[in-house]
């Protein structure tokens, strides 16, 4: 008979596992970028992992489990960075945005952060693909064939085992209109070997999240 393998226990992920990054602000956003592009692999989920981790998790658990699904990751990505940006003494203020795209008749959600550098507003924001933005000044969606309806900004503290939902709940975030139900299944429906090989295919600078930055250091 053979024998059971060994027994793996899967690490779970402290808080004080998060790095300090060094230089000027964008080294330090790059290299965050960088850190959370390999602790977070953008990967195809099934249809049943969309249904159970899709917005569900927090931080400790997206950063457990070391994954995300590759269509619509920002909520993920937004967790992971403001818990970051936190750890290296940039006070984050997330920003939830209600969002009604045109080629969609539901409502969406969208996460972007805001934070102060030396008295000095940016905003960070996940965007298409693999795309990472740094601007500076107030965040303000500028993409086409998009709808602002509403945008909440959180500057309470985030657990590291709170989820987003859980965030915007105890926010008082007005989710009117807005079914995660619906997105689930979108997602599903999207979720083809097509799509994703179309996804890859078209990712810039090897498929690494990339800092796309305008800012000037002074």
């Known amino acids: 008979m053979k024998e059971a393998g060994p027994n793996i226990t899967q690490k779970v992920f402290d808080e004080n596992d998060l790095e300090v990054f060094e230089g000027d602000l964008e080294s330090r956003i790059k290299a965050l970028a960088f850190w959370i592009d390999h602790k977070v692999k953008r990967k195809q989920w099934s249809n049943e992992e969309i249904a159970k981790k899709f917005a569900k998790r927090s931080t400790r658990e997206i950063l457990t489990d070391g994954d995300t699904g590759f269509m619509n990751p920002c909520s993920d990505f937004m967790l992971v960075a403001w818990a970051l940006l936190k750890k290296n003494g940039l006070k984050p203020i997330l920003i939830a945005e209600k969002i009604k795209p045109k080629k969609y008749n539901f409502i969406h959600m969208h996460f972007v952060i805001e934070f102060f550098n030396k008295d000095i507003l940016y905003f960070l924001d996940f965007t298409t693909k693999n795309q990472v933005v740094l601007r500076k000044g107030e965040y303000k969606n500028q993409r086409e064939g998009i709808e602002t309806l509403q945008t909440v900004k959180i500057t309470n503290d985030i657990s590291f085992d709170q989820n987003m939902q859980s965030v915007l709940e105890n926010n008082k975030f007005d989710f009117s209109g807005f079914k995660l139900e619906d997105i689930v299944a979108q997602l599903q429906k999207d979720n083809t070997p097509q799509t994703y090989a179309s996804y890859v295919e078209k990712l810039p600078h090897n498929g690494d ?10």
């Open 209 to 218: 999240l990339y800092l796309d930055s305008d800012i000037q250091i002074s």
